[in-house]
């Protein structure tokens, strides 16, 4: 018998025989809602009222019938089937399965976490690919999106190497954040005007952003000369996107994109590799079937094709070509996300900036205004400086 039960029966043998409330809680060191509670359970179903009821729900736990035990089973198997590029690239899991059950007319729908409990009992499950975890951090500015185009990531992998090549190859990865849209390209490793024509090709298929979220990589945001815009950033500006560079050193901050860059390189890399055209095959099956197929829980159990459907989106025309010519600044904002160095300075572009000690390992957010060449730099909306930017070069104005 625990102590709490005692405690409730002598709190009842003490009412019965005539001690007041007051007195009673006094004594056990307990509330009056307490005695009050128990009594009414007293009252209402005996003795038997006095101990814990489970936490467990009333009403048990919906069967699955041995027929959608079987079909679950039977679709994991099928979509695990490999033969050719489309196949390769599908998904097999708990929502894609769920998908195809609705799509059969099975109702009511199991839940995802029952889908997943049956591949398990049946040995169909494998580890998922999992990112590298966040670090925990309360001040790190977080922006939530809720349309498509809203705000994208961009990064690169590599070098990676064809069989029997020693040529160094990178995959371009660019992703939307919100409806999971792709875009991948396969090249040499790659100069700047390759990477303004591939960032300029991902506009002109998935549109232009609002915000593009890039690392700190030398194709991006690195220059020779402290002051100095890169054509990157340049570029960014002369269409109207809002570059986000994230904090040195924490790729991770681009989960959206890694997170694909994880699952394409487990996928792709699987298989033997021989040519780039090879390569760029797989690759245009991969995004088709990413586009059209792939289920995510957070669009509402949509593709990206439905999501993006009757979407009017702003896209750059096909006969775009100012990446190939000198480019001038143009008016907008670049935005820097920073962990601020136990010296309280920050690095922009080259140039080092006082945010102030009491911030240190705190992240803060500097915005370069190009009509003025000023950075400011907030904590948390607050702001803590002002600075004149060294520009170096000539503003479209």
Known sequence: MSDELKFRQRAIRMRLTGWAVTAICATLARSREWFYKWWRRYVDEGARGLRDRSSAPHRPGRVVS???RRAIV??????????????RYRLAGAPTIRHELACLGYHPLPSLRTIERVLQAAGRTSPAFRTQPLVASSDYPEWRVARSNQRHQMDMIGPRYLKGSRRPWFFLVYRDCYDQAVYVEFQPRPKLEAVLGFVVRAWQRLGLPDV?????GEWFGRTTHPGALSRFVRLALLVGVELTFIPEGEPWRNGSVEHFNGWLQARLLAIL??????VRHELAALMETCYYEHIHTSLNFQ?????????????????????????????GRVVFIRRVRPSGCITLLGVNYKAGKRWAQHYVVA????????VKIHY??????QYNFPFVGKRNL
């Not at 590799?273 to 090879?278: D, E, I, V």
């Not at 915005?367 to 000023?374: E, G, P, S």
């Not at 948390?380 to 400086?385: C, H, K, N």
Request: hydrophobic share 35%; glycine share 2%; proline share 6%.
């Open 66 to 68: 041995d027929e959608l």
């Open 74 to 87: 039977t679709l994991r198997d099928r979509l695990m089937r490999r033969h050719g590029p489309r196949e």
């Open 273 to 278: 590799l021989r040519s780039p055209a090879q």
């Open 303 to 331: 593709t990206t094709a439905q999501v993006r459907r009757g979407l009017a989106l702003h896209k750059l025309p096909h006969n775009f070509q100012a990446q190939l010519h000198p480019l001038l600044v143009a008016i």
């Open 380 to 385: 948390q909306r607050r702001l803590l400086r």
């Open 367 to 374: 915005t370069l205004y190009t009509r003025t060449m000023t």
């Open 212 to 216: 593009l979220q890039v690392d700190n």
